[in-house]
């Protein structure tokens, strides 16, 4: 068979053809899950998000996250864990969301302790929540696992 330049141009389409169709067959595999079930709610109370936010700025150095070979303690200062009752940490993992966590204790536990075995290779964005006379507070870290 000889190769003139209307079985070059066919040959190209059809390479061409096979690249787009195999691209979006990719794409259309792709997880593409919102950041939380309830993505709207949210935008629409972030106004209360960044009240928040504004209220726990002095609260940032008040909450330690020190990760070990096997475990995680989340630590709390003396003066937060006798002013609320309750903490609330939500461990976010923004690759996937079945890998996050929620686990809840009492402020008079500090350090709190969290196995590692739990935890997946990552990064996680560590949110702990309290109340404090009906006010919300929330500091949020980094924290890597390896």
């Known amino acids: 068979m000889k ?7 066919i040959i190209f389409f059809v390479i061409f053809f096979i690249w787009v ?24 109370d972030y106004t209360d998000q960044i009240n928040i936010n504004k209220r726990s700025v002095a609260f940032q150095d008040s909450v330690q996250i020190i990760k070990s070979a096997n475990q995680v303690q989340i630590i709390l200062s003396k003066g937060l864990a ?23 204790f009492k402020a008079s536990e500090s350090p709190y302790l969290i196995k590692t075995e739990k935890l997946f290779h990552g990064r996680y964005q560590v ?14 870290k980094t924290l890597d696992v390896e």
């Open 3 to 9: 190769l003139n330049w209307g079985n070059g141009l």
């Open 21 to 44: 169709f195999s691209f979006v067959f990719f794409a259309m595999r792709q997880n593409i899950d919102l950041m939380s079930d309830d993505y709207y709610q949210k935008g629409a």
């Open 82 to 104: 006798s002013s609320c009752d309750s903490v609330f940490i939500y461990f976010f993992r923004s690759s996937d969301k079945t890998k996050d966590l929620r686990f809840g």
């Open 127 to 140: 949110s702990l929540a309290w109340n404090v006379r009906n006010e919300k507070y929330s500091v949020t």
